[in-house]
Nanobody, 119 residues
């Protein structure tokens, strides 16, 4: 069983910064991707940023140059540093872990943490 616990988030003014953190516990396959998705009311959940355990990162175009994902393989954690925040970044941010084994792939989600950016 894999469990993801998120922390951070909150309320910040436009132009400000926030950091959200996520730690994974349990039996985790060696080959995996961790990252962050977000979902705002009336919209689908979308990828924000991700990092493979090999260090390959992927960012949504809307956050490139503003957000940075930090991965610690030894601790099974992934942080998202968010700078120059905009009101449109307001959403519930979800930590994601995707594992890859010979038998297939599994995806796990955290409970979500609210990020609100005021104008």
């Amino acid at each position: 069983q894999v469990h993801l616990v998120e922390s951070g988030g909150g309320l910040v003014q436009a132009g400000g910064s926030l950091r959200v953190s996520c730690g994974a516990s349990g039996t985790i396959a060696e080959i995996n991707t961790m990252g962050w998705y977000r979902q705002s009311p009336g919209k689908q959940r979308e990828l924000v940023a991700s990092s493979t355990n090999g260090g390959r990162t992927n960012y949504a175009d809307s956050v490139k140059g503003r957000f940075t994902v930090f991965r610690d393989n030894a601790r099974n954690t992934v942080d998202l540093q968010m700078n120059s925040l905009k009101p449109e970044d307001t959403a519930v941010y979800y930590c994601m872990l995707q594992t890859f084994t010979d038998s297939g792939s599994n995806i796990y989600w955290g409970q979500g943490t609210q990020v609100t950016v005021s104008s």
